[in-house]
């Protein structure tokens, strides 16, 4: 499928977009295009573009307004030092979009044209990439139910859609320990629920907890399994693991309720090829508040690609904390080794980026 080019009629200039680069923060600024694919029923995907960023037109019974019918990606593209774009795993996202897609009942989209959707866009805001230390150009795939219908079933018509956003540290400022509010009143995530797809809902509903936690200080909420008293699940937008003083990093298993990170499974393979033993299984808070305590635990940290890899600090369980470990050695060596592959200081030993432009 060909992408139709329409370029916008009044980009930013060379001198706006320094500006903005200059600060990004996270999610605030998109640059000038958008990449833009549709489908119906009856005609499949077709019409793939990239026009000028701008609002949407979109009928007052579009489902996804009333039902939620919505599916997204979070993904960056890296600046390399010969001015080459690269972006990471886009296969994997890809597989993952497809799978969230299946869970919501939305149509697949076929991973050629989800690399060449993020390809197109990217040549064409190839200056919005910013090249500082864990910055990127955040892009945001997401596909989502157009349809003007108010029958509670699978839209017939569905757009597909791409935004890139400046970005640097997700948390904003410098990178330090984020510390996390444990939700006690609200799971994220139930067997046969919808927490292993990345779809809008699950973000919603994270939001009450968001704000709770933002009322006792902290910045991130760790949910806990519904099922199995104080077992560890995962960030409202990044996995967790754990650092033990004997080699071990420990993190949730995928019980079908937590999201499959790609940094997660990057963070894996990256940890095995040091010779670390990764164990992924139950994790409880009580394992983890003993193992701070008797210095058996010596790290924690949160992954996603917003947050990259950002140390946890202390835990706030109620009145009940548990202490923070700081950002410890492997958290940085791991943080450092994965962003080096991506802005390509550091060799990809598993052909794990992608060029963009
Ligand atoms: N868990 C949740 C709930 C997320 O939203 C994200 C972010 O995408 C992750 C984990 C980390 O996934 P990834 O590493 O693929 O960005
Ligand atoms: C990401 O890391 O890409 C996410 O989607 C997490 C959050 C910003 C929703």
Sequence with gaps: MQFEIVDHPAPRSAEQIKSILADPGFGTNFSDHTAVIDWTEQRGWHHARVEPYGPIALDPAASVLHYSQEVFEGMKAYLHSDGSIYTFRPEANAARLNKSARRMALPELDEQLFIASLEQLVRADKAWVPGGEGEALYLR??????????????????????????????????????????SRDYVR???????????????????????????????????????????????????????????????????????????????????????????????????????????????AFACGTAAVITPIGELVDGDHRIASTGTGEVTQSLRDELLGIQTGTVEDRHGWLHRLA
């Design 141 to 182: 795939p997401f596909m989502f139910a157009t349809e003007a219908f108010l029958g509670v079933r699978a839209a017939k018509e569905v757009t597909y859609r791409v935004i890139a956003s400046p970005a640097g540290n997700y948390f904003g400022g410098e990178l330090k320990p984020v510390r996390i509010w444990v």
């Design 189 to 299: 995530a139930a067997p046969g629920g919808t927490g292993e797809a990345k779809t809008g809902g699950n973000y919603a509903g994270s939001l009450i907890a968001q704000q709770q936690a933002a009322e006792h200080g902290c910045q991130q909420v760790l949910f806990l399994d519904p099922l199995h008293e104080n077992a560890v699940e995962e960030l409202g937008g990044m996995n967790v693991f754990l650092v033990t003083n004997d080699g071990r990093l420990l993190t949730p298993e995928l019980t079908g309720t937590i999201l499959e990170g790609i940094t997660r499974s990057s963070v894996i393979q990256l940890a095995k090829d040091r010779g670390l033993t990764v164990e992924e299984r139950r994790i409880t808070l009580d394992e983890w508040d003993r193992g701070v305590r008797s210095g058996e635990i010596t790290e």
